[in-house]
């Protein structure tokens, strides 16, 4: 018997993103998903598995509905809501072709109450933040979580009509402090027998550990009949809310594909649905070459010339789109609308026509501003610092008194470069023990790093900044007796500048220097294909410099190397596939030894933001993970030496950029 073709909410929310979607996704053997596919990793840094075990212990009684086939888990929900009163975990609903797990249902007589959990924060004590000040149409942060909530609103009061049926998100709560100690620790993850990740919940856990509840639930029933009505947004669908799902619905059901109002889209570039050229070659499929051939009549050779999804940040890829214009060679000066600004170096929209002129004309020749590099590089002081932090933001706090979704600062990196040349792994900081707020005891070590001189330090985009200010704040308000608090305090001023909402504003006499802006500002080179992430820059500068080839290629640690490291030995950075230097990131070991290569690139794709996806994984693997301590060790290892790349990678750009000063050759 063939399997139901059930729209779950999933489903639901991939086609709301694009319906074509809808035929492309469950089918890996013929059209690839560049998603990560383990669900519970994907998941794990946040904490969205432990929020959901939490927010059950705040239901208690209820009945977890574990089996997995469709017709067993609505069988058993049923009959527990043919009783008077029912707390239903993972309750499965059916209406039609729909069909729902809930996180938590809740009967009392002829009311039911909807339950979706999410690992996202939310602070009571502060207006509402699910609509926009300007139309008070749906915010966009907000507007997947409040459709998964609405789809389920409408299944089950459509499967249950005579019930009245309220809506809930539940999140968790900043403005409550954590009651106790260790809370995190409660809720480990495992495997079962057959390899599948759960979360095992404590039998430690007490009403003390729950007496203050730090997930908040928050009705939105208004929001759904908004979303109902179709006043949610600018362009509600013409069919409205019900038969825009019965659309999605039936042509899942058959099997067809359901082609979006607009055929091509800016929301095209996000498509997870590509093939690589292995997996072309292997014959199979990319949805994304497929939407666009039959939209636009392309050839495969179209695809290998730049187009308009590909311009850097970018905001009016749809205009171009609507004029059809979808190749880099089509778009003339005004397309883009270079507007300088005051600052030194090149304004974000005059970067953006020169990634559109090298590419247009197939210039792959790197372009620098010499003078206002240089201009940059005479205000600088050795020794030069390159620092960079890991950190992660959890749901469930570590310590009593600390709040959902507060800083935490768990590794850091620094590497010196001295006025000779010689460079230096510094020092490094890792914290990986369990249930420990290390924010203080990272901070006092990267103090001791950097206060032995005064020489510039450098960063990598606002992450190293905006997470002293977190820092600082911290503090500031935190009522226990810190004896160097002051020092600290007076620490993080000295290299930082004030962000919106400190409590005070300075700008530090050793404020730390961005290279990110840098580039933005200074430096383009067309490998990067317009992207400012450290993780393109570096395999370009590294495929660019002669210097750091040679410098890089062989026998650089140790006393005869001349570099100083902390956790790598005879190693080279430099190897080449295929006559192109390989990315050094690709030369790590892997950080977890089960996941999948797919997953793990994924996760260790940075942007500007420094998110550090790999390396947050990675700790809340330590932190609420049942693994060996030689797994712990071998990811411990990892870490330190991931970290120590980011600023090693710091290093290799500044070392570039010299040689480049250097060089008699104009590339600008």
Known sequence: MAKPRYLTKSRFQLATECPAKLYYTGKPDIYPDQKMQDSFLAALAEGGYQVGELAKRYFPGGTDIKALDYEAALAQTNALLAQRDAVIYEAAVRHGNLFIRV??????????????????????????????????????????????????KFVVQSAFPSMDVNAYLMLADKSVACPVDGLNQMFRTTKDAAGRRQVVVSPALDDLDLGQPILHR??????????????????????????????????????????????????????????????????????????????????????????????????????????????????????IGPKPDDKPGISASERQWLQVQKAATGDCSTWIDKEGLRNEMAQWRFPLHFIDFETTMVALPFNQGRRPYEAIAFQFSHHVVHADGRVEHKGDYLNTER???????????????????????????????????????????????????????????????????????????????????????????????????????????????????????????????????????????????????????????????????????????????REGGAAMTAYARLQFEEISEYERDEIRRALLQYCELDTLAMVMIYEAWREMLKDALSYG
């Open 103 to 152: 996180d938590v249902l809740v009967k009392h007589e002829q009311q039911l109450q909807l339950i979706e959990v999410k690992a996202k924060s939310f602070d009571p004590t502060e207006p509402p933040p699910f609509l926009n000040k300007r139309d008070r149409k749906l915010a966009a942060g907000w507007k997947s979580y409040l459709y998964d909530v609405a789809f389920q």
């Open 218 to 335: 928050v009705k939105v029933d208004d929001l759904c009949e908004m979303i109902f009505k179709g006043e949610d947004s600018k362009t509600p669908p013409v069919l409205g809310f019900e038969g825009l799902v019965q659309q999605f619905s039936d042509h899942y059901a058959r099997d067809e594909k359901l082609l979006p109002a607009r055929r091509v889209a800016a929301v095209c570039a996000r498509c997870e649905f590509r093939a690589t050229a292995d997996e072309e070659a292997a014959g199979k499929r990319s949805g994304f070459k497929e939407c666009w051939r039959d939209a636009l009549g392309w050839q495969d050779k179209d695809f290998d010339d730049p187009n308009v999804l590909e311009i850097w940040n970018f905001k009016k890829k749809d205009d171009l789109l609507e004029q059809r214009k979808f190749k880099l060679d089509a778009l003339e000066q005004d397309d």
């Open 435 to 609: 249930g420990v707020f290390p924010n203080y005891e990272f901070l006092r070590a990267l103090r001791a790093e950097l206060s032995e001189d005064g020489g510039t330090v450098f960063r990598y985009a606002a992450h190293e900044n905006t997470f002293l200010n977190h820092i600082y704040r911290q503090l500031l308000d935190d009522p226990a007796d810190i004896p160097d608090r002051q020092v600290l305090v007076d620490f993080i001023r000295s290299i930082t500048h004030a962000t919106k909402g400190s409590p005070d504003e300075w700008v530090g006499d050793r404020d730390m220097v961005d290279l990110c802006q840098l580039v933005k500002r200074y430096y383009y080179d067309p490998l990067t294909k317009g992207s400012n992430s450290i993780k393109r820059v570096l395999p370009a500068v590294l495929e660019r410099s002669s210097y750091l080839q040679q410098k890089y290629g062989a026998g650089i640690y140790g006393a005869d190397g001349g570099i100083r490291s902390r956790n790598f030995a005879d190693w080279a950075w430099i190897r080449k596939e295929k006559g192109a230097v390989v990315d050094p990131y690709k030369l790590l070991p892997k950080l977890f030894a089960d996941a999948s290569e797919h997953d793990l690139e994924l996760l260790t794709e940075d942007d500007e933001i």
